[in-house]
């Protein structure tokens, strides 16, 4: 990549994970090497045990891996001891779970606020942030409800806006539109591009075909390795990337 | 697709020539498939030469202007009201070479519905694109096209499916010849199990 080259948010160089040891040793990811630049958005899919869900908890520091190395923002996540880790996944990267993990005695206000009152923000300026979350989810109105008081579709905006609150640069999503409808699954995949056009690196684990093509690019993974990529052809910018431009 | 039905129902709209019929068809449905100026004045000659529309005479800038006829709305209402047929599926040439691919030796399968899957998906990058891209400066004879995206994105995901689903059997398959061949083994016989051994009949 030249220097005029996008700017690389996640880089995974060679990257294996290996569960167990000996004969009962499973390997969930292979060599693993991929990119993903500011602005890019990239979806990845595979059949069930193909190694997608390990490669998202790999890529964001959830997960070690066994061999290789994962850089976000150019800093190797190795090198980093647990509270670095933790602190760079509070500031830098965005987690969306299939099952939202949000907290239920926390309003959806304070549950996106959250990560950045851990990361010692001040109380006023974190909501602010919070507010400007949920708006760009469509759900500002909903700040001061208890998860008991919404829908899934609500709830898993509410996921989103948690994760792309502040100035998250990588977002990674586990299969995030799950449990909800179509409609509602597309308004996540909205919220994604959105956050990709305003020069975030997204990940996406899925596998529905429909989500993934709205990715600029869609890696297939297959025994822990990737096989194969697609890429949209009417985007120049990608064309420009690929050419090494 | 019933080239003949759509210059009708465009022309009940209002009357029209043939470039303009082309254009208006092409507007609709996003130039999806395009129609070949031929085409449109050999329909026109038919459905005159049916009484469905008739010459309304020129536009005095040389174009001919058809009107549709009273038989030509009825012909429309009909087209309208009857589903399309479904008991003659178009001849789909994925299957039919999924189809052979699975009955013949010596075929690497999955790579056939690996590399399909690719053009698939790429498609629907791009329908997906050209939909979102549709939607975000929307006018008003944009909600057809939008339609008609829909349905190519809807096709489209459905062939993924499918190809899904063609992998997952050509897997599973594999696994219980797998598992045959093993019990074979065990009885003293050694036999190898390819991967399309159960579909080669």
């Known amino acids: 990549?030249?220097?005029?080259?996008?700017?690389?948010?996640?880089?995974?160089?060679?990257?294996?994970?290996?569960?167990?040891?000996?004969?009962?040793?499973?390997?969930?990811?292979?060599?693993?090497?991929?990119?993903?630049?500011?602005?890019?958005?990239?979806?990845?899919?595979?059949?069930?045990?193909?190694?997608?869900?390990?490669?998202?908890?790999?890529?964001?520091?959830?997960?070690?891996?066994?061999?290789?190395?994962?850089?976000?923002?150019?800093?190797?996540?190795?090198?980093?001891?647990?509270?670095?880790?933790?602190?760079l996944r509070r500031r830098a990267v965005g987690y969306v779970f299939q099952d939202f993990n949000l907290v239920p005695t926390l309003t959806a206000g304070e549950n996106v606020a959250l990560p950045l009152e851990l990361d010692g923000t001040s109380a006023r300026k974190a909501h602010r942030q919070a507010a400007d979350a949920l708006r760009q989810v469509g759900i500002p109105e909903l700040a001061d409800r208890f998860m008991d008081q919404m829908s899934g579709g609500q709830q898993q905006?509410?996921?989103?806006?948690?994760?792309?609150?502040?100035?998250?640069?990588?977002?990674?999503?586990?299969?995030?539109?799950?449990?909800?409808?179509?409609?509602?699954?597309?308004?996540?995949?909205?919220?994604?591009?959105?956050?990709?056009?305003?020069?975030?690196a997204v990940m996406l684990v899925t596998h529905e075909a429909r989500h993934a093509a709205w990715a600029d690019r869609v890696v297939f993974l297959r025994d822990g390795r990737i096989i194969d990529q697609a890429a949209a052809m009417h985007d120049p910018t990608m064309l420009l990337t690929q050419a090494g431009l | 697709m019933s080239i003949r039905h759509s210059l009708l129902a465009l022309l009940q709209d209002q009357p029209r020539y043939g470039y303009q019929l082309r254009v208006e068809f092409e507007n609709r449905t996003g130039a999806t498939w395009p129609l070949n100026i031929g085409q449109v004045y050999t329909t026109l000659d038919r459905l005159e030469r049916d009484s469905l529309v008739a010459k309304e005479g020129d536009d005095g800038e040389g174009h001919v202007v058809y009107s549709i006829t009273a038989a030509g709305k009825a012909e429309v209402?009909?087209?309208?009201?009857?589903?399309?047929?479904?008991?003659?599926?178009?001849?789909?040439?994925?299957?039919i070479k999924l189809a052979l691919a699975v009955t013949l030796p010596g075929v690497d399968v999955q790579a056939i519905i690996q590399a399909q899957r690719v053009a698939s998906i790429r498609a629907l990058q791009d329908y997906t694109k050209a939909r979102r891209d549709t939607a975000a400066n929307q006018r008003a004879t944009d909600t057809a096209w939008l339609l008609v995206l829909d349905s190519l994105i809807f096709q489209t995901e459905a062939e993924v499916r499918w190809l899904d689903l063609c992998e997952a059997r050509m897997v599973q398959q594999a696994q219980a010849a797998a598992a045959g061949s093993a019990r074979k083994t065990s009885n003293g016989v050694t036999e190898d199990a390819p991967l399309n051994a159960d579909s080669r009949r």
């Open chain 1, 157 to 200: 905006r509410v996921a989103i806006a948690r994760a792309i609150v502040g100035q998250r640069r990588l977002i990674l999503a586990d299969e995030p539109t799950g449990a909800l409808d179509s409609t509602t699954g597309h308004g996540v995949m909205e919220v994604l591009r959105a956050r990709a056009d305003a020069g975030a």
């Open chain 1, 1 to 87: 990549m030249s220097v005029l080259g996008p700017q690389q948010v996640l880089e995974l160089a060679q990257v294996g994970r290996t569960f167990g040891e000996g004969a009962t040793a499973v390997a969930a990811l292979r060599g693993v090497d991929l990119t993903i630049c500011a602005g890019e958005f990239v979806a990845v899919m595979g059949p069930s045990g193909s190694g997608k869900s390990s490669l998202l908890a790999v890529a964001g520091g959830l997960d070690r891996p066994t061999s290789g190395a994962v850089f976000v923002e150019s800093t190797p996540l190795a090198g980093l001891g647990l509270n670095e880790l933790a602190r």
């Open chain 2, 77 to 95: 209402q009909s087209w309208f009201a009857a589903p399309v047929e479904r008991n003659n599926p178009p001849r789909n040439e994925l299957a």
